[in-house]
């Protein structure tokens, strides 16, 4: 079976940052690009960084381009993604993602974690 796994959310300050980790089990993806979606409440789920295989190609939403940087660690089949200078704006469930069914800034991907809360306080 197959399970994204996200650590590292929890409760933080608007100015402050976080380290978002993933870890895969039951299939290697470090021949796929990963990433992470969002979802705030009463909205839809968006892309906000993905990072190809061998890292060396990137999509970040405008929402938090210079703001965050994503990567990845194929030996251990995880992902991060650090966040800086934090808004409100960024309060959300995280899910850890691999595998995009199309363009790198839609949020459709083959397999999704469970998902792990931020919440910026302002």
Known sequence: QVQLV??????????????????A???????????WARQAPGKERDAVAVIAWHSGDFYYSDSVKGRATISRDNNKNAVYLQMDMLKSEDTARYYCVAIPKGGWNIAAYEYWGQGIQVTVSS
Do not use: D, I, K, W
């Open 6 to 23: 996200e650590s590292g959310g929890g409760l933080v300050q608007a100015g402050g940052s976080l380290r978002l980790a993933c870890t």
């Open 25 to 35: 089990s039951g299939r290697s993806f470090a021949e796929y690009p990963m990433g």
